[in-house]
């Protein structure tokens, strides 16, 4: 008698001796074991051109014209700014979302770069040591940036020194043309000129002393300069409130700003007009837009130091 084949399944779920008749993994396989078709839905980098180019920190830096091949066949791209010629940056390391797409570059690296070059090893290496001196600034800014209350203090500290040394000069330069230190004018004298020339003097004054203390802040805080100059003009005007509410309440407003009075502005309760109060609000905007400036010029000391070592480490 022949034997007749039962048909019987094997382990893997066909029947003995058949094989799969059909490309791709047996659909009676092990779910575990079996391998899935990979899919392609993203765009490549040749289909990202015309969308805007933004940096690490989300600003834009460009709009991407056309794509290249690189030295080691990878991809680079050719943006062109707003302003200036085109630059081939890397595009290894970008990432397409709606917006358009993000590359790990900042703007000061991409208006380093040479003007449409082609890339090579050397453009290579200039985003590669630009990148890493970036990433360092990043995370030394993470680490110690901020507001830095003893910055803020010290810089408060030089900002009330300077405002009693540029009031002293002012008071001996307004004794020596004959008019008395409270503006208050003599024979022949305008005295709403001589106030008008009081309050010049005393604007003057608070903006050279809070750009003094909000320079010192910046410079000693290292990051966030315009932070730190607010800190210093917050400090200050904190104090005199404080002192002009203790003075009001123990009587001693004249001992307490005695150091501090600048010509043409006199601190009492009798001078708390309309006048006066809009002279004070002039002189803290003043003071604060000093200590701002200030601040960022004392943190761009850093960056000059920083750009330094940029330029000494990239080839």
Do not use: C
């Not at 390391?93 to 770069?113: E, F, Q």
Request: charged share 15%.
């Amino acid at each position: 008698m022949d034997s007749v084949s039962t048909g019987t399944p094997s382990s893997s779920g066909a029947p003995a001796g058949s094989a799969p008749t059909g490309p791709g993994p047996d659909p009676a396989a092990d779910p575990t074991t079996r391998e899935f078709p990979r899919t392609h839905g993203t765009a490549g980098p040749g289909e990202w051109v015309g969308r805007t180019v933004r940096g690490r920190s989300g600003n834009t830096v460009g709009k991407l014209t056309s794509v290249v091949d690189g030295p080691d066949g990878t991809p680079w791209g050719v943006v062109q700014p707003r302003l200036g010629g085109a630059r081939t940056i890397p595009l290894s390391g970008a990432a397409p979302d709606d917006r358009g797409i993000t590359v790990p570059i900042d703007r000061r690296t991409l208006r380093s770069a040479p003007a449409r070059r082609e890339p090579d090893a050397d453009l290579a290496q200039h985003y590669t040591s630009r990148g890493a001196l970036t990433a360092a600034h990043e995370y030394q800014h993470e680490r110690f940036g901020g507001l830095k209350i003893g910055s803020a203090f010290f810089g408060w500290l030089v900002a009330v020194g300077l405002t009693v040394l540029l009031g002293a000069l002012a008071s001996l330069v307004v004794r020596l043309a004959g008019v008395s230190p409270d503006m208050s004018g003599g024979p022949g004298q305008d005295p709403r000129m001589l106030g008008v020339a009081g309050g010049i003097v005393a604007v003057v004054v608070m903006l050279l002393a809070y750009y003094a203390g909000g320079y010192v802040a910046g410079r000693l805080a290292r990051f966030d300069g315009a932070r730190n100059g607010v800190a210093v003009w917050a400090m200050g005007l904190v104090v005199t409130v404080a002192l002009s509410i203790a003075s009001a309440v123990t009587g001693t407003t004249d001992s307490l700003f005695a150091a501090l009075r600048v010509p043409g502005v006199a601190i009492s309760g009798e001078s708390l007009t309309l006048s006066g109060v809009i002279a004070l609000l002039i002189a803290a905007v003043v003071a604060l837009i000093g200590a701002v400036v200030g601040g960022k010029a004392g943190e761009r000391y850093h960056r000059r130091v920083d750009r330094a070592a940029e330029t000494a480490l990239t080839p």
